[in-house]
């Protein structure tokens, strides 16, 4: 708690203050896992391969800057962003580095430009074709994130059953790959996978957390 007289170096402490949460790759990872839904301490230490202890110390880090909350069931301790609005402060973050770091330009082109040389599809276009009909919109992340949520419409293709499950898809239609959010591998994967079986295939140009930030409408079961 800052305790300067002056209430607009106060009101920047209180700022500085959730800069230096998020002044850790874990707890970006963390924020991005959590933009899917509501997770257990045990879940996302899981999916981010940190410790138990880890993964509980960066959530509280995040909950004392007001950016997660929580709650418990029964034996387990589960946190949620504390509102759309933190989607919204990790994108303002990636546009700004991407637009002033050269490092992040590069590691773009390494990892995504190098693998997916079409343009992403924007939410609204994908809306128009999708209401449409000439589109097939596929998510591709793990079942228990789409049933947290997914576009309306979508069909739940996880990548590892993508090869496995080609034959469900229309040849003749685009489709369109999104998962947890604009640096998501997952879309990036599934594109190059299904252009290589002659699929036409872009991705989405960011992921499910930002659908929804954007109020549109979120599907779920």
């Not at 700022?15 to 839904?37: D, I, K, P």
């Amino acid at each position: 708690m800052c305790k300067s007289t002056d209430p607009k170096r106060a009101l920047f402490a209180e700022l500085a203050a959730v800069a230096r949460a998020l002044g850790h790759e874990h707890r970006v990872e963390l924020l991005e896992h959590l933009a899917q839904g509501e997770r257990s301490v045990e879940a996302l230490a899981r999916l981010t391969g940190l410790s138990m202890a880890n993964a509980s110390q960066h959530l509280q880090q995040l909950r004392r800057a007001g950016l997660l909350e929580a709650r418990r069931d029964g034996k387990f301790v589960l946190y949620r962003l504390a509102d759309d609005g933190i989607v919204q402060l990790m994108s303002v973050l990636r546009q700004t580095a991407e637009r002033n770091i050269a490092t992040v330009g590069a590691l773009l082109a390494r990892y995504f430009d190098g693998r997916d040389g079409l343009e992403p599809i924007g939410r609204a276009d994908l809306v128009e074709r999708a209401q449409a009909g000439l589109v097939t919109v596929v998510d591709v992340r793990p079942r228990e994130e789409f049933d947290l949520g997914h576009v309306p419409g979508a069909l739940s293709v996880p990548l590892e059953e993508l090869d496995a499950r080609l034959a469900e898809l229309d040849p003749a239609t685009e489709i369109v790959a999104y998962c947890r959010g604009a640096y998501c591998l997952l879309a990036v994967e599934a594109v190059a996978r299904l252009r290589a079986k002659g699929f036409s295939a872009r991705r989405m140009e960011d992921g499910m957390p930002e659908w929804r930030a954007a109020g549109l409408p979120v599907a779920a079961g």
